[in-house]
């Protein structure tokens, strides 16, 4: 879509500042792989995990029984 665009402008640059472009996308990558990572990680295993303790507790009574778990 922007190719074109893109490599018109990187190439009328001077030397060192497409050095820059270079690490400038090299970082944008690796963001966008860090943000992949991070959805591809979660899941709800943790789900039900407190069920055992009933519904009429405290925050504070399931704070404890938390670091029980742990």
């Avoid at 922007?2 to 030397?15: D, G, H, Q, T």
Wanted: with cysteine.
């Amino acid at each position: 879509m922007y190719e074109e665009e893109i490599a018109v402008r990187l190439r009328a640059l001077p030397e060192a500042l497409k050095q820059e472009v270079l690490d400038y996308t090299d970082f944008l990558l690796s963001k966008q792989e860090k943000k992949k990572a991070k959805k591809e990680k979660f899941n709800f295993n943790w789900e039900g995990g407190l069920s055992d303790i009933g519904n009429n507790v405290s925050s504070a009574e399931l704070q404890h029984h938390a670091l029980e778990c742990r």
